[in-house]
């Protein structure tokens, strides 16, 4: 079988990219998502950055809350 699209629908935790503050989520459990959809910013050195989805989906949970830093690599959002 072909190996699946990138951004196919599927399980998957949209991660910090980088050490920082979380800014703001903008998504809630049980919302459908589309690859690119920001559901996350996180703050940074004063710089403002915006996680998109990697994967289509449903939120299934989100474990990061506003306020809280997080380390590089910390789930944000999980998508299934």
């Given amino acids: 079988p072909a190996p699946a699209a990138p951004g196919a629908a599927g399980a998957g935790a949209q991660v ?4 920082g503050v979380v ?5 809630s459990v049980g919302q459908k998502v589309a690859v690119g959809d920001v559901v996350a910013v996180i ?3 004063k710089m ?3 996680i998109g ?4 989906g449903t939120v299934t949970a989100v ?3 506003v306020g809280q830093p ?11």
Avoid: F, Y
Avoid at 16 to 19: D, H, V
Avoid at 23 to 27: D, G, K, T
């Fill in 16 to 19: 910090a990219p980088l050490a």
């Fill in 23 to 27: 800014e703001s989520i903008l998504v």
């Fill in 43 to 45: 703050e940074a050195m």
């Fill in 48 to 50: 403002k950055t915006e």
């Fill in 53 to 56: 989805a990697r994967v289509a």
């Fill in 63 to 65: 474990p990061a809350t």
């Fill in 70 to 80: 997080v380390d590089a690599g910390a789930p944000l959002v999980v998508i299934g």
